[in-house]
């Protein structure tokens, strides 16, 4: 499951391989669906905590961003694991969440979590997520890498559990019968007490890493407010740690339109927060595709195609939208025909050249 066919540099979610040579999920005469309804999926559940995701295996054009949605009952955690394959990033929807991460200077961190708010681990280091408080909890995870699959995570307890208990004994210096009664298999999914409401220091003390894991998106002014609307967004500049990926909430009004625009350094992923979307992809020879997305749907666009955003439904609507990129970059429709002499559009399209005057002459990204 979480077999990788593709190489990824270590840059930005950069993937030479698949930028260079024509993708078949894309390739073909009609461009393939962009939209998985996610939260209508089964996943993996456990009373009342799941993990539904959306891989290559779901949304097949999806190659270079997976997500999962969790949702954890209180006393519920997410067991200790780390991601061989693929950086995590995170925004909370609903509740209090906790987290501990390790890196490979040893230093840990523990943070607390409430909507609105984001953590990034870089691929590879070990985490653990838990409920905080007595009631549930949710967010959306976003990873760098579509083939990367939440169930084939590298969990302590799938490890533990198979690993010889003389092997275990020499490593730990305890006794091996210390292990008995450890789980014979993978937890992901472990029950206990809620968490205490400040965290206690771990068995080594507090170790402080350089960088955060967290950070508080939505508690903090909009980026930029627009007549149609609000956007929040994220990127390695504020956020240093998370290198590989960005993220941005929009706010619509009714009718408000994110411009038809591309990404020359990523692709983005979508998962609608609330209300009603129509999205459009452009993919070149002639290739236009629609799809409408509601609550609990993902849509996903490739580096470097045409797309549009638009709130179809009555009120105000929020998307999260995710980049495999540190670096945020986009080239809008309004600002490229903005930055051409008007000779040149006028001989492009067969006009005359003062029809462009009434054009925008800057760049308008989000219009009502
Ligand atoms: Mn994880
Ligand atoms: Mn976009």
């Not at 040579?21 to 009609?30: E, F, M």
């Not at 905080?132 to 559990?161: A, M, Q, R």
């Not at 670096?327 to 002499?341: E, V």
């Amino acid at each position: 499951m979480f077999s990788l066919t593709v190489p990824i540099s270590s840059e930005g979610g950069h993937n030479s391989f698949q930028n260079n040579v024509p993708d078949p999920a894309t390739s073909g005469k009609k461009l393939p669906t962009f939209k998985f309804q996610l939260e209508k999926s089964h996943g993996r559940v456990m009373g009342g905590s799941y993990g539904k995701e959306a891989t290559v295996d779901q949304l097949p054009i999806s190659k270079g961003i997976a997500g999962v949605s969790m949702r954890m009952e209180p006393g519920v955690m997410r067991e200790l694991h780390w991601h061989a394959t693929a950086a995590e990033w995170a925004f909370v929807t609903e509740g209090g969440v906790r987290t501990t991460v390790i890196d490979p200077q040893g230093c840990a961190e523990t943070n607390d979590f409430v909507p609105g708010d984001i953590w990034y681990f870089p691929r590879g280091h070990g985490h653990v997520i838990e409920t905080l408080g007595d009631k549930p909890c949710h967010f959306i995870l976003v990873f760098d890498n579509g083939y990367f699959s939440e169930f084939g995570t590298f969990s302590i307890s799938d490890w533990i559990g198979h690993a010889p208990k003389e092997l275990l004994a020499k490593n730990f210096g305890v006794p091996a019968s210390t292990f008995d009664s450890f789980p014979k298999r993978e937890v992901y999914f472990a029950k206990g007490k809620i968490p205490p409401p400040v965290a206690a220091p771990p068995l080594q003390g507090w170790k402080k890493p350089p960088l955060t894991h967290k950070y508080s998106l939505l508690s903090q002014e909009p980026f930029e407010t627009f007549s149609g609307g609000l956007e929040w967004r994220v990127d390695g500049s504020q956020f240093p740690i998370s290198t590989t990926m960005t993220g941005v909430v929009l706010e619509m009004e009714a009718g408000a339109l994110r411009e038809l625009h591309w990404h020359p350094n990523a692709a983005e992923w979508q998962y609608i927060l609330s209300g009603e979307f129509s999205v459009t992809l452009f993919g070149s020879q002639g290739r236009w595709r629609e799809e409408k997305l509601r609550l609990g749907d993902v849509g996903y666009i490739p580096q470097g195609f045409g797309h549009s955003i638009e709130n179809i439904g009555s009120g105000k609507a929020r998307i999260l939208i995710v980049f495999n990129n540190g670096h945020y970059q986009t080239i809008d429709l309004s600002q490229w025909i903005a930055g051409n002499p008007t000779d040149i559009l006028a001989t492009n399209f067969g006009q005359d050249a003062s029809l462009f005057e009434k054009f925008p002459r800057k760049d308008v990204f989000l219009t009502k």
